[in-house]
């Protein structure tokens, strides 16, 4: 039978590039969006689900159990970007990339943790971000909400191990993909103290998607993660010095990888 797998936010960019390639392999793939009708075409089946409404998470659960029976994978791909300095952007704002990158999630997983455990297997895979482990500059709210998310993950694993569930992370690089365009940009206030690299750093975070990888590369490796034996908490997908980036943090002096951070972003 074939496998039924559940990824959020597949109406475009990674998720849908996720939906697509497991879709035209065989599996039974149920994407998601806040409004499917806005969706132009998509070969897979497309549902409504908004990571901030729990009654529309369980209604999509609910709905594709009652269709399929059970659900084997989750891919939890649903997300938003933010950019700004810690001290101009509004709290508020903090709190609903915070609700949608990582609060979202939990809740997609505790909707469909019940399902899996009944049938004793099941796979849960959190889109994270290379960016989820250090802190960028006027990126840091978006790295803290993937760094958690990172966390959340290796906890989760461990508690759900003994009901044949597997959690896992993938973290990508950067990806040519419409992101850019869907996230919260705190304005360039002409007051500002960050004024000057603030505006540099939103142009250079713009090259660097723009000039991002190939979305299939993120499918691949989800697809080779569920058909993996024994799945590792950690996955990477990025150009070499996005991953490498991760293994200096470690060796570094702290100071000595925030000038490297510095440089990069000209700051």
Not at 67 to 75: H, P
Not at 95 to 103: D, E, I, K, P
Not at 111 to 125: D, E, F, H, N
Request: proline share 3%; hydrophobic share 40%.
């Amino acid at each position: 039978m074939s496998k039924v797998v559940l990824i959020t936010g597949a109406s475009s960019g990674i998720g849908k590039a996720i939906a697509t390639f497991l879709f035209d392999k065989g599996y039974k793939v149920y994407g998601t969006s806040r409004n499917p009708k806005n969706v132009e075409s998509c070969s897979f089946k497309l549902i409504a689900l908004d990571v901030l409404k729990v009654e529309t998470i369980q209604n999509a659960v609910d709905f594709i159990i009652q269709k399929e029976g059970k659900l084997d994978v989750l891919v939890n791909n649903a997300g938003m970007g933010i950019t700004g300095s810690v001290e101009d952007t509004p709290t508020d704002e903090m709190r609903t990339v915070f609700n949608t990158n990582l609060f979202g999630a939990i809740d997609v997983m505790k909707a469909v943790l019940p399902q899996m455990r009944a049938q004793k297997s099941g796979l849960i895979i959190n889109v994270t971000s290379i960016a989820g482990y250090m802190g960028l500059p006027f990126r840091g709210l978006y790295s803290a909400t993937k760094g958690a998310l990172e966390i959340i993950s290796e906890a989760a694993s461990m508690e759900v191990k003994q009901f044949g569930i597997n959690v896992v992370n993938v973290a990508p690089g950067d990806f040519a993909t419409n992101i850019a365009s869907g996230r919260y940009h705190t304005p360039v206030f002409e007051n500002s103290a960050y004024k000057e690299t603030y505006k540099a750093n939103l142009d250079l975070m713009d090259a660097h998607v723009n000039g991002g990888m190939n979305p299939d590369e993120m499918a691949k490796a989800v697809y080779s993660i569920i058909n993996a034996k024994n799945p590792k908490i950690h996955y990477k997908v990025g150009g070499f010095m996005e991953k490498f980036s991760i293994v200096l943090k470690r060796i570094l002096p702290d100071r000595v990888y925030e000038k490297l951070l510095m440089n990069h972003y000209k700051l």
